[in-house]
């Protein structure tokens, strides 16, 4: 089928018809990311051989599914850029640099990433981090029309911030994108513009509006009638927006033809300050169906009441049928941050059975009538005031790392995880800032102290795996264990395969009946991002993009580095049965210690400390030490004079590569605390991480 000659959504809703495309984000409407093609399979794959790579200008996490019609791939990279390339050959065949300012990195909570674009009729479709959406011409990558998605008041100054890295989903000719920002103050919508025009076509914001008044959009009469309702009149969310940014899942169902919209967590996540802990604060952490012509309300099923642990339910929506009491219904399954998988009736929304499908100690279970999670009241942290050491933590049992599902083995493959995180209220009420993450923590207590029990106790519980789970008994059938979290999305194949890239920078084929691992390729660099497959002049290929990143390295900074240390070179690869391509060998010691000078304020330490991990910790990594990807601070040329870091910080000497200027947040002086915090923590650690590296030679002394 040459799907731009005729209707794309009957070509994506019969995408079996021409296995050989991947057109839309999940390859199907129903996101199941199962490719029927079987040329590689479990009897050949350990021949597997890399045919092409290309080497992305972007050393950043790479989170894009890459789409391929009609033998070319469209795929989106870090810093909102679309590469368009021969899929047989990896040849560029044209490139688009929307120019995303530098400055705006710091206004999304998790590295500048791009998780993928959209096909219809000819073009292809991308949000940018600074809030566009933009529509090029498929063969050309001439620019058809590009819009703002971010109403211009949405942000009331600087209150609110929003950026855009989910890729936007095409239903009956509207492309429909939200965006991110509840870490710092959201108020989440979603937006419908015409696939040919981009004229707005409607609005759904998930989060009343403040003086419950209309918005003149498609949600005003079940936020002011149903919404409203569960949100205390005053607290946070009023100037802070609520958060329930729609950041990842948007799913259109043409079963149904219902769009399915993947709800976020509340801002400031702190629920006591948000709501003053009442409510059940309509729609955090829910799936909400609405009408894709209108944008009109008609189901919600909410899996995290009372949000105040970051548990979106953004993660991936996927659609089954499946026979439930001798009975085929056809359903929504899900696996949000907070640890629970659901089944519900896609047309409904009727709870029908959900299962924790990792440890949680935030809740005993959930009720088997309502589905609403029966809470450990210690886990209330918000209400009790004590602290809370929850699991899963702020960044789930699983994240955006889409899963898959195989109709020949009746399981759900769901790249899961283990990272506990301790929540704890801020000291002295909510106090919020305009360029920082706006939470309602203790941002000195969100991070491990540099003592070897905590550290010990803390990696401990690290963990990472596939899951692969059986939808219809609620129970784990195999797992596969991995190094630690962060690992890749999965494709499960017609070859009885999966296919998946990991924290540790391999790229693996696993037997999808039973997880034994088949095929294992040295790629370099850890792999966040999900594999597609594909047929290009006939012959199977297995793509994927390669780049570490997102918010686990950029936070977790040097912890994180044990789920397998590696150097990010940001590239696409590609293998087939007979490919002879080879990766250049990598520079892998990646960011070499650099002794720094032995003086430093003790006195400005603590409070650096506080700055530090305030304003700094959520991308060059937890207590100074970063994890690989963004520049480590401790030895970096700046903090050796005090000029030359208030250059950077202070006045944006580093703008244009995402270093944004802090001067409006904080005095020079907060900045100095800063300089000499990292200056403390280079003297910390320097021998450790000169001893850390194998070959300590080439790492220079002054
Ligand atoms: O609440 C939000 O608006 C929001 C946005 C995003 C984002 O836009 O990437 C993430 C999250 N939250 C989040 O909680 C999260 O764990 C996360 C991980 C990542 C990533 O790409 O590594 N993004 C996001
Ligand atoms: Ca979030």
Known sequence: ADPASSDTGEAIIHADDHPGDWMTYGRTYSEQRYSPLDQINRSNVGNLKLAWYYDLDTNRGQEGTPLVVDGVMYATTNWSKMKALDAATGKLLWAYDPRVPGNIAD??????????????????????????????????????????????????????????????????????????????????FVSAFDAETGKLDWRFFTVPNPENKPDNAASDSVLMNKAYQTWSPTGAWTKQGGGGTVWDSIVYDPVTDLVYLGV?????????????????????????????????????????????????????????????????????????????????????????????????????????????????????????????????????????????????????????????FLYSNQVGGFKAHPDSWNLGLDMNKVGILDKQDAKNAFIKDLKGWIIAWD????????????????????????????????????????????GNDLFSFAAQSGIIAPPVTYLANGKQYVAVEVGWGGIY????????????????????????????????????????????????????????????????????GDNGEAGGVLPDLRWSGAIRHQDAFYNVVGRGALTAYGMDRFDSSMSPAQIEDIRQFLLKRANETYQREVDARKNAEGIPAQ
């Open 107 to 188: 206004k999304g909570c998790c590295d500048t990433v791009n998780r993928g674009a959209a096909y219809w009729n000819g073009k292809v479709y991308f949000g940018t981090f600074d809030g566009r959406l933009i529509a090029l011409d498929a063969k050309t990558g001439k620019l058809v029309w590009s819009v703002n998605t971010i109403p211009t008041d949405a942000a009331l100054g600087q209150q609110r911030s929003y950026t855009v890295d989910g890729a936007p989903r095409i239903a009956k000719g509207r492309v429909i994108i939200g965006n991110g920002g509840a870490e710092f103050g959201a108020r989440g």
């Open 264 to 420: 976020g967590n509340g801002s400031p996540w702190n629920y006591k300050f948000r709501s003053e802990g009442k409510g059940d604060n309509f729609f955090l952490g829910s799936i909400v169906a609405i009408k894709p012509e209108t944008g009109e309300y008609v189901w919600h099923f909410q899996e995290t009441p009372m949000d105040q642990w970051d548990y979106t339910s953004v993660q991936q929506i996927m659609t089954l049928d499946l026979p439930i009491n001798g009975q085929m219904r056809h359903v929504i399954v899900h696996a949000p941050k907070n640890g629970f998988f659901y089944v519900l009736d896609a047309k409904t929304g009727e709870f029908l059975s959900g299962k924790n499908y990792v440890y949680v100690n935030w809740a005993s279970g959930l009720d088997p009538k309502t589905g609403r999670p029966i809470y450990n009241p210690e886990a209330l942290w918000t209400l009790n005031g004590k602290d809370w050491y929850g699991i899963p933590g702020d960044l789930g049992g699983h994240n955006f790392a889409a899963m898959a599902f195989s109709p020949r083995t009746g399981l759900v493959y769901i790249p899961a995880q283990q990272v506990p």
């Open 471 to 514: 939808p219809l008994k609620q129970q784990e059938a195999f797992r596969v264990d991995h190094k630690g979290p962060w690992n890749g999305g999965i494709v499960a194949t017609g070859g009885d395969l999966l296919f998946q890239g990991l924290a540790n920078g391999e790229f693996h084929a696993y037997d999808a009946t039973n």
């Open 553 to 620: 390295p950029f936070f977790l900074g040097g912890l994180a580095r044990t789920s397998g240390w590696t150097v990010n070179h940001s590239r696409v690869i590609a293998f087939s049965l007979d490919g002879n391509a080879k990766l250049p060998p990598q520079n892998d010691k990646g960011f070499l210690p650099v002794k720094p000078p032995a003086e430093f304020d003790q006195k400005r330490t603590d409070n650096g400390y506080f700055e530090f991990q305030t304003y700094c910790a959520a991308c060059h």
